[in-house]
Nanobody, 114 residues
Framework: QVQFVESGGGLVQPGGSLRLSCAAS????????MGWYRQAPGKQRELVAD???????NYKDFVKGRFTISRDNAKNTAYLQMNSLKPEDTAVYYC????????WGQGTQVTVSS
């Protein structure tokens, strides 16, 4: 069973930056596309960005130009560099496989506020 441990969240002012990490267990990490998701209270969990096993990345419009997803297959780790953060980015951020049903980790809280 794959396990995900997200870290790197915190409180940041608008315009600030954070770098999230996702440590994943299991031998399938290097096979499947990895995605970063977020969920705010009262809202659906939404995909933020994803990256294929070969490094091809996709971003939702609301983070394009601000966020960068990356992965290190040797370390079983995915990252999300978040710049120019906005209050509407406030959410719990999770990682998971978009194409492979897996359980969710605890996520990491990102709060953007003055």
């Amino acid at each position: 069973q794959v396990q995900f441990v997200e870290s790197g969240g915190g409180l940041v002012q608008p315009g600030g930056s954070l770098r999230l990490s996702c440590a994943a267990s299991g031998s399938i990490f290097n096979i499947y596309t990895m995605g970063w998701y977020r969920q705010a209270p009262g809202k659906q969990r939404e995909l933020v960005a994803d990256i294929s096993r070969t490094g091809s990345a996709n971003y939702k419009d609301f983070v394009k130009g601000r966020f960068t997803i990356s992965r290190d297959n040797a370390k079983n780790t995915a990252y999300l560099q978040m710049n120019s953060l906005k209050p509407e980015d406030t959410a719990v951020y999770y990682c998971n496989y978009p194409d492979y049903a897996s359980s969710w980790g605890q996520g990491t809280q990102v709060t953007v506020s003055s």
